[in-house]
């Protein structure tokens, strides 16, 4: 597509449950990755993707996080048992081989009550 | 990790104004991005400058990689440039590390 698109727009959900966040980045980049921003910590890296594999996953900040990537293509974040520390907007960066251009996102805002 | 800061925090300026944004940072990069995101929340590429300097109307921007600072430059302000710009090194991995930000206001 014409960018990096991401769904859904807006999530709430309750405290406990397990929420889903998808994003499609930019046909043909090779390079995804997760970053999410909130109040308190500002913008953070999460995880990055080279085509499906992750080499790097340091920025997932408890063992409920996870992602993963099919077809070298969509990518999901899963986030399990929801906190409200969990809220805040996820955003998606898809590029070219790295170090190249990083493009963003609308982002998902996720509210967890 | 490699740290950013982004100064100042805040800037108001009159529609018109010209202004200096700068972020320093405290280890070798590979890449940097300036960002401005605007009130909806999306992340817009300003430029993509591990070094040198590039223009884009009336935006430009600066790094010197060998004294670990980026500025940005707006010329001619417009209200539309409101928002809140950041800066985002890239060092050792794939990641960006994310300044504070600035967040500018223009008025009318």
């Known amino acids: 597509g014409a960018g990096v698109s991401q769904s859904p727009s807006n999530k709430v959900t309750e405290k406990g449950k397990d929420v889903e966040l998808r994003c499609d980045p930019i046909?043909?980049?090779?390079?995804l990755y997760w970053y999410r921003q909130s109040l308190g910590q500002g913008l953070e890296f999460l995880i990055y993707f080279q085509g499906n594999s992750a080499p790097d996953k340091s920025g997932l900040p408890s063992d409920r996080f996870s992602a993963e990537r099919t077809g070298g293509s969509v990518s999901t974040l899963t986030i399990q048992r929801t906190q409200q520390e969990d809220s805040a907007v996820y955003l998606c960066a898809s590029s070219s081989s790295p170090p190249e251009t990083q493009y963003f996102g609308p982002g998902t805002r996720l509210l967890v009550l | 990790g490699i740290q950013v800061e982004q100064s100042p925090p805040d800037l108001i300026l009159q529609e018109g104004a010209n202004s200096t944004l700068r972020c320093n940072f405290s280890d070798s990069v590979n890449n940097l991005q300036w960002f401005h995101q605007n009130p909806w929340g999306q992340l817009i590429n300003l430029f993509y400058?591990?070094?040198g300097t590039k223009q884009n109307g009336r935006l430009s921007a600066t790094t010197v990689a060998t004294e670990r600072y980026s500025l940005l430059y707006i010329s001619s302000s417009q209200t539309t440039d409101s928002g809140v710009y950041f800066c985002?090194?890239?060092?050792?991995?794939?990641?960006?590390?994310f300044g504070g930000g600035t967040r500018v206001l223009v008025k009318p």
């Open positions: 046909s043909g980049h090779t390079a």
């Open positions: 985002a090194p890239r060092a050792a991995g794939n990641k960006l590390t």
């Open positions: 400058i591990p070094s």
